[in-house]
Nanobody
């Protein structure tokens, strides 16, 4: 079992920055990929970024590449979000995959989820 707790969401103006954190607990080994997804009102949950177990490989959605950076420190994962746009407004979810995928990018490839943190970008 893995428990995930996100923090760092909030309200920011367009062009601003936020840093999301996700703390994982419950499983002694941190050798699993972790990712960030987001869900805006009326839309499906979408992939944002993923980092592999070692932290050496990452992948991003095209909509955030160059603006967002995912990183990890053992069992904690971060999402640095710069140059935020109103369309980045969503609930952001941290997820963990213990199935063994290297860089999973679909929701069904993850088996643990956090409760979500709201990010609102005003224009």
């Amino acid at each position: 079992q893995v428990q995930l707790v996100e923090s760092g969401g909030g309200l920011v103006q367009a062009g601003g920055s936020l840093r999301l954190s996700c703390a994982a607990s419950g499983r002694t080994s941190s050798r699993y990929a972790m990712g960030w997804f987001r869900q805006a009102p009326g839309k499906e949950r979408e992939f944002v970024a993923v980092i592999n177990w070692s932290g050496h490989n990452t992948n991003y959605a095209a909509s955030v590449e160059g603006r967002f950076t995912i990183s990890r420190d053992n069992a904690k994962v971060y999402l640095q979000m710069n140059s935020l746009k109103p369309e980045d407004t969503a609930v952001y979810y941290c997820a963990a995959n213990t199935y063994g995928y290297e860089l999973p990018y679909t929701a069904r490839q993850y088996n643990y989820w956090g409760q979500g943190t709201q990010v609102t970008v005003s224009s």
